[in-house]
C-alpha cells in the first residue's frame, strides 16, 4: 500500500496493482466501499468518533477502577493509610480509630476481574481496529484518526491534576 490522499475510491489504486481483479476493494471489508465525497466524508468522521470512543473506553475503566477502590476503601473505614487521607470524615480526639493496622490490599473478586477484562478487550479490539485503518495510508484517515485521538483526549481526560501530580478523578465527588 502507498501512501495516498485519495478520497472517492480511496482503495481502488489497490485493486489495480494486485492480479486478480477479485480482491476487496473497500476499507476494512467489500461493503465498505468509498463511491462518494459524502461516504468519505461519513467515514472519515466514523473513523474520529471511533478513535474518540477507545478513550471513552480508557476512561470508563479507569473509573470502574476507581469505583471498586472507593468500595474497598469504604468496606474496610478506620485502617490507617496514606491513601484515604482526605477521603474518609477524620475523628476527634475523644474518638478513637478503629484499628491502626494497614489496609489489606485490594484483589478483584472474579465478577469485578471480569468486567476489567472485558474493558481491555474492548479496547485492544477498538484500537486493532484503528490501526487496519491506519495501515491504508490514507492521508485524511490517519489525519482523522488524530482528530480523534485529540478530541477524545481533551473530552475524556480532562482531571483535576493535583500539586502532587496524581491525577483526581472528575467523578471522585459522585463515586
Known amino acids: 500500500m502507498l501512501w495516498n490522499w485519495n478520497t472517492v475510491d480511496s482503495c481502488e489504486h489497490i485493486r489495480r496493482s494486485r492480479l486478480q481483479p477479485t480482491d476487496i476493494t473497500g476499507f476494512i471489508s467489500e461493503s465498505w466501499r468509498i463511491n462518494s465525497s459524502g461516504i468519505f466524508a461519513a467515514s472519515c468522521l466514523g473513523v474520529i ?36 487521607k482526605g477521603l474518609l470524615p477524620s475523628t476527634s480526639c475523644d474518638q478513637v480509630p478503629l484499628t491502626n493496622s494497614p489496609r489489606p490490599p485490594f484483589r478483584p473478586n472474579m465478577k469485578q476481574q471480569a468486567a476489567r477484562a472485558t474493558f481491555h478487550m474492548l479496547q485492544f479490539a ?27 483526549s ?13 491525577p483526581e478523578e472528575a467523578t471522585l465527588c459522585c463515586g
Open 49 to 84: 468518533l471511533l478513535v474518540m470512543s477507545l478513550e471513552f473506553l480508557c476512561r470508563m475503566a479507569k473509573i470502574y477502577n476507581s469505583y471498586l477502590l472507593s468500595q474497598h476503601q469504604l468496606a474496610h473505614p478506620g485502617h490507617s493509610s496514606s491513601e484515604t
Open 154 to 166: 481533551f473530552v475524556f481526560s480532562w482531571e483535576t491534576i493535583t500539586l502532587s501530580g496524581a
Open 126 to 152: 477498538v484500537a486493532y481496529f484503528v490501526m487496519l485503518l491506519a495501515m491504508y495510508y490514507n492521508g485524511f484517515i490517519l489525519l482523522s484518526i488524530c482528530i480523534g485521538a485529540w478530541f477524545g
